[in-house]
């Protein structure tokens, strides 16, 4: 009954974590869910992605070899519940400062090491990298927001109207800059030093715009 619920709630093709198909069928002793679950895979009740990651296969039979598809297995990975932000070009398009549609998955979560840096996963199609400060719902604005000046290359617009455009989603987002400067704090060393000057120089472009205004 409580696998009906389980395929209920998380449906066909979805990835699901270990910790979520626990809580669902309600088995508190780790031992007997780890013995559960692996009966479950055994006998084809369930099917792992990976260590840690599962779904339930769809029952029609033409469907029936089809995992998860990328974006869901990156969204519950690394990226669900404020953990991770989509990076590179995506969040350039995302914005509708470029209209090319990446089709790489770059990522920055809490989910990895501290250490890691551009790790390649699925045949590199996703690129996965630390935050460098744990990404939280409160400041998940403000780091996405220097994602994507540290991204603004993509944009297809010259640097003029690439800057009036960020300092519109900056004012919807309704960020401050004492805060967003708190994050640039984090980006430390020399190796950040030029990104650290482009946030300067936006900020300070956006202080000159309010003052010609």
Do not use: C, W
């Amino acid at each position: 009954m409580k696998l009906e619920i389980a395929k209920e709630k998380f449906g066909k093709r979805h990835p699901i974590q270990k910790i979520e198909l626990q809580k669902v069928l309600n088995i508190k002793n780790k031992n007997t869910f780890n013995q559960t679950l692996s009966n479950m895979v055994k006998f084809n009740l369930i099917r792992r992605l990976e260590n840690g990651l599962y779904y339930f296969a769809d029952t029609e039979e033409r469907f029936a070899n089809l995992e998860p598809s990328l974006a869901d297995i990156v969204d519950k990975k690394y990226l669900a519940n404020y953990t991770g932000i989509r990076t590179g070009a995506y969040l350039v398009y995302k914005y509708k400062l470029t209209s090319q549609v990446s089709g790489y998955y770059e990522v920055i979560t809490n989910k990895v090491s501290k250490h890691t840096r551009a790790k390649k996963e699925f045949d590199g199609k996703v690129i996965v990298s630390a935050t460098k400060v744990e990404i939280n719902k409160h400041n998940y604005a403000y780091l996405e927001f220097l994602e994507l000046i540290n991204n603004m290359k993509y944009s297809d617009y010259d640097y003029a109207t690439t800057i009036k455009k960020l300092r519109i989603i900056y004012k919807e987002k309704n960020l401050s800059e004492i805060e967003l400067n708190k994050y640039v704090n984090y980006y430390n060393g020399i190796v950040y030093t030029k990104f650290r000057n482009a946030v300067k120089d936006v900020l300070s472009a956006f202080i000159r715009k309010q003052e010609i205004i």
